[in-house]
């Protein structure tokens, strides 16, 4: 089995910063692209940030200059920095990845999830 485990929510005021984590483990040959997506109360899940094994970053429009998306592969780990924090980033934060187990398989994983509450 492969498996997604974050850690680093929690309860931060508005202008706060707070730092995601999310490794990957299990049967691993390799992981492309790698991701966090957030689904605030009552909203369908968007895609927050991406990243390629690369190296090449993707944000949404809302959190750019305020959040970093990185990632360690020798750990098979993703990283979501989180500045200027904001009311409206307050979700539930699931991180991605695209891991490939053999050659000719590929598997998309998700995380559990992590809370994340900004208070104005």
């Known amino acids: 089995q492969v498996q997604l485990v974050e850690s680093g929510g929690g309860w931060v005021q508005a202008g706060g910063s707070l730092s995601l984590s999310c490794a990957a483990s299990g049967s691993i040959f390799s992981i492309n692209d790698m991701g966090w997506y957030r689904q605030p109360p009552g909203k369908q899940r968007e895609l927050v940030a991406a990243i390629t094994s690369g190296g090449y970053t993707n944000y949404v429009d809302s959190v750019k200059g305020r959040f970093t998306i990185s990632r360690d592969n020798a750990k098979n780990t993703v990283y979501l920095q989180m500045n200027s924090l904001k009311p409206e980033d307050t979700a539930v934060y699931y991180c991605?990845?695209?891991?490939?187990?053999?050659?000719?398989?590929?598997?998309?994983?998700w995380g559990q999830g992590t809370l994340v509450t900004v208070s104005s």
């Open positions: 991605n990845a695209g891991v490939v187990v053999t050659s000719r398989s590929y598997l998309s994983v």
